[in-house]
């Protein structure tokens, strides 16, 4: 791959040999020596990239980003068609972690219906502390697979073992971060239905507090690879500053990446539930599973923005 594109946003090329195998097609993946093509990475890799540039584009101030032209709605399509071909190719690399990262959100998923088959008449603190410990202990357990699938996306490592390791630091800061996401999506669903006012007030004060964290994570959504590949500059602070302005493009990469799936999602999950008996059964092994697709399509999203806007986070401070 040339460096042009390094080049017009003020970037060297990069130099780590496992990221350099990603982007130079044919060459030998560093962890094992095998040839890019034993990932689903071939000579479509280039022009893979050449979409995510053009998605993304250039690096702009604030000021110039608004007055920039928009992006066109082939070139975003185009981006989230490649998310899901690399969430294919994880799927056919590390098959055996997407199993285990499966079974887990299955068990999650029926763990977030225990809220439902309490006794009328709980308190809503206890539910919104079940949900949120049972979030924390997701978190923990899946972790090590959020890791290998980002140092697979960027890195071109193959993880062969499912650790759970809370000694090692990459382990327990990217756990702490992971945390930090979760708690955004579910503080703005789950605080309002914990305060005792109207529904009027409740439903205005979760609109407020999703917009906010949507905001929030769409800025900092490429610190969470930065730390699972040991980023140097991997920070809050770097996460915001190399995704300023950028937050519609991302917004509309995400968006459409995950249409499908919430699409499925809403109407197999709602048929589901209303089939009543051995079919409501299986709503959390369909949840469970569409939970692990869409967890692994955020990651490989959250991979490629670093790889393409990634400066501060990977800059020693």
């Known amino acids: 791959m040339d ?3 390094f080049n017009s946003i003020g970037q060297n090329p990069p130099t780590n040999p ?3 195998c990603l982007l130079s097609p044919g060459a030998d993946v560093a962890t094992g020596g095998l040839p890019a093509k034993a990932f689903g990475i071939d000579g479509r890799r280039e022009r893979q990239h050449s979409g995510w540039r053009e998605a993304i584009g250039r690096k702009f101030s604030t000021e110039q980003w608004r ?3 928009n992006p066109t709605v082939s070139e975003i399509f185009n981006a989230a068609g490649l998310a899901w071909r690399d969430t294919r190719h994880v799927f056919d690399a590390i098959f ?3 199993v285990i990262a499966f079974t887990i959100t299955i068990i999650t998923s029926a763990l977030y219906m225990t809220p439902a088959l309490m006794p009328r008449g709980t308190s809503s603190f206890l539910l919104v502390m079940l949900v949120i410990l049972t979030t924390a202990v997701q978190a923990f357990l899946i972790t090590p697979y959020f890791i290998a699938v980002h140092r697979f996306i960027i890195l071109g490592e193959v993880t062969t073992n499912y650790l759970l390791t809370p000694g090692e630091p990459r382990f327990l800061r990217f756990f702490g971060w992971l945390l930090v996401f979760f708690a955004l999506t579910f503080v703005a669903f789950l605080l309002p239905l914990a305060l005792p006012i109207s529904t009027v007030f ?4 979760q609109a407020v507090l999703v917009i906010v964290a949507i905001v929030v994570g769409l800025r900092v959504i ?3 690879p930065a730390v699972a590949v040991d980023a140097p500059g991997a920070s809050w602070s770097g996460a915001m500053a190399d995704t300023r302005g950028y937050s519609w493009r991302i917004l509309f990469i995400v968006l459409l990446a995950t249409l499908p799936l ?5 109407i197999v999950g709602r048929t589901l539930g209303d089939l009543g008996g051995i079919a409501a059964i299986s709503v959390p092994i369909f949840n469970g599973a569409m939970r692990a697709i869409g967890y692994t399509l955020g990651i490989v999203i959250a991979s490629r923005l670093y790889e393409r806007l990634g400066d501060r986070v990977k800059q020693p401070v």
């Open 222 to 224: 490429i610190l969470l």
């Open 262 to 266: 919430v699409f499925v999602r809403v």
């Open 67 to 69: 007055r920039a032209v």
């Open 96 to 98: 055996n972690k997407v």
């Open 202 to 205: 409740r439903l205005a004060i």
């Open 3 to 5: 460096n042009d594109f």
């Open 18 to 20: 496992a990221l350099g």
